[in-house]
């Protein structure tokens, strides 16, 4: 049977997502996810599964319960008080009630479940925070490159990551520099309790993979390997999140 993975969404509390695509009416919020995620599950022979934003966590408690697998996806910024910051000019949006779901899930798989966790930009950090750990509100305002290649198609690779030897990631590429994507403006600055760094940007040292060691696959990366729907190396994470999920 195919290992059904259960994947965090974007959510719109305003009427902005439905008015502006003309599917919706005034005053209706939405629930996203961009295909991409979707996609990248199912090829790799996963069963995907959007977690909603309820308003009873034990909801999404039942819900993960039933999942083999989940993954923390990309998207909004997270509020700078959920890392004992005020927010700076240079944060983007926030949605509170996002924040408080994600990081909760990844509490609980982590402290409660056995099953593997993958996380993918937004949720490097929601990993992070999660785990006690601090974010740099805007890379650019902190002295690092800009990591926000918007000039880039998505699926092309932008700058190298480089891979840290005898951790998961090495193992899923088996090469200590890998060619990867970017699309953020934010990345993790303090590392969060029982989080190990496994691969930085080889252009200026950027945090852009951390896990947690162990026995299952506690993963998360800064970068959008599902944006890189055409790469046989970027699969190959999905490929071993699918495994070890189906285990």
Excluded at 65 to 82: A, E, F, K, T
Excluded at 125 to 149: C, E, P, R, S, W
Excluded at 192 to 217: K, W
């Amino acid at each position: 049977m195919k290992p059904l993975i259960g994947i965090t969404c974007n959510f719109d509390p305003t009427d902005s997502a439905g008015m502006l695509t003309h599917f919706g009416v005034a005053g209706q919020g939405f629930h996203m996810l961009a295909e991409h995620y979707i996609k990248a599950v199912e090829k790799a022979g996963g069963i995907p599964i959007m977690i909603p934003i309820y308003q009873d966590f034990d909801n999404a408690k039942t819900l993960v319960d039933r999942m083999d697998g989940i993954l923390i996806s990309g998207g909004n910024d997270v509020d700078p008080q959920r890392y004992g910051e005020f927010i700076s000019k240079e944060c983007g949006g926030i949605v509170p009630e996002r924040d408080e779901q994600d990081i909760a899930i990844v509490k609980y798989v982590i402290e409660a479940t056995s099953k593997p966790i993958l996380g993918i930009c937004r949720g490097i950090q929601v990993f992070n925070i999660a785990m006690g750990g601090t974010i740099y509100q805007d890379l650019g305002k902190a002295g690092f490159h800009d990591h926000f290649i918007s000039a880039m198609p998505l699926n092309h690779a932008s700058h190298e990551v480089v891979v840290e030897e005898k951790c998961l990631l090495y193992d899923i590429f088996g090469a200590k520099k890998v060619a990867v994507n970017s699309f953020h403006h934010q990345a993790v600055k303090n590392l969060g309790n029982h989080l190990v760094t496994i691969a930085r940007s080889a252009t200026d040292g950027v945090v852009e993979a951390v896990e947690i060691p162990g026995n299952r696959m506690a993963l998360a990366v800064q970068w959008h390997p599902e944006m890189m729907y055409d790469s046989d190396e970027q699969a190959k994470i999905f490929t071993r999140f699918i495994k070890e999920a189906a285990k």
